[in-house]
């Protein structure tokens, strides 16, 4: 029955966690549904995360490489008119929020926030917004064109994310939009952005396991786990950008705000 449920979870996280829906919110939800019997919710939720970051990194493994190659060109002198740099000194300032806020207040969001009510609450407000900016944004800019200011406010909205319900891609992609990206452009660097937090925060977690508590079979749990939704990821990936190209997040916009008041008669029903 564990790897029927870790099956479903993994599929859910890979569908999720692309997708503007917030992933940590369909997983608190599960977690109090199911009551997956493993180490700890958290710590198999991040197992699934590092699944998704390790599809990102080889969807876009040429993007990766390009700028890789030119954060090390950096020592060799700052040059902002060249694209990749610019876009590698985006990406790092970026990625300062979501490092703060996750050696301060990780502890205080898995303990205060990490319930029903706070997920139907930021699943509707996110899904009111997402049709908002859907209805009055200017979507006309590529993300190599976002300047510091702009990329530190997409970095401090990736920040949030760390409230479940928020949704990582879902808050990076609107803000991106609000400063009128394209929605694919938006969702690139949104993408982009994740991998380094995702893979610190579950390399962190992956380190505090006391592995000697850990069974053999809740080992190849978490490794089936992260398999699975890596292959998903992937494909998600693929074709959630491909969305993008002619198609608006609205149904998504819809989709939270019906899930978060599901969720929410669920927490007064409790």
């Known amino acids: 029955m564990v790897i029927v449920y870790a099956t479903f979870f993994a599929i859910i996280q890979a569908i999720t966690e692309f997708w503007p829906v917030s992933s940590s919110g369909h997983l608190v939800l599960l977690h109090e549904v199911l009551q997956l019997q493993l180490v700890d919710d958290l710590t198999f939720d991040v197992a699934l995360h590092l699944g998704t970051a390790l599809s990102l990194i080889w969807y876009f493994w040429p993007e990766i490489k390009k700028y890789v190659g030119a954060f090390f060109s950096l020592f060799k002198g700052i040059n902002l008119g060249r694209e990749e740099q610019k876009t590698v000194l985006n990406l790092m300032i970026a990625t300062v929020p979501a ?15 990490r319930n029903l009510l706070t997920v139907s609450i930021t699943l509707v407000v996110g899904g009111v917004i ?3 900016v859907e209805k009055y ?4 800019r590529d993300y190599e064109n976002l300047s510091l200011p ?23 992609i609107i803000t991106g939009m609000l400063l009128k990206l394209k929605r694919q452009e938006a969702a690139k660097f949104s ?6 937090v995702v893979l610190g925060a579950g390399a962190k977690k992956i380190l505090d396991i006391s592995w ?40 998504f916009g819809w989709y939270r705000i019906v899930l978060g008041l599901i969720v929410l008669g669920l927490y007064l029903l409790s």
Do not use: D, H
């Not at 920040?159 to 990582?168: D, E, K, M, N």
């Open 191 to 196: 993408f982009l952005l994740s991998i380094p």
């Open 137 to 140: 944004g200017k979507q006309r």
């Open 212 to 251: 000697n508590l850990v069974s053999v079979k809740e080992i190849y749990v978490f490794g089936y786990s992260i398999l699975l939704t890596f292959v998903i990821g992937y494909f998600i990936i693929k074709y959630f950008l491909r969305f993008l190209q002619n198609r608006s997040l609205s149904i």
């Open 150 to 172: 702009e990329s530190l406010l997409v970095g401090c909205a990736q920040a949030l994310a760390l409230i479940p319900g928020v949704s990582r891609s879902g808050s990076t």
């Open 130 to 132: 997402i049709l908002l």
């Open 99 to 113: 490092v703060l806020a996750g050696v301060f207040l990780e502890n205080i969001i898995e303990i205060f926030l």
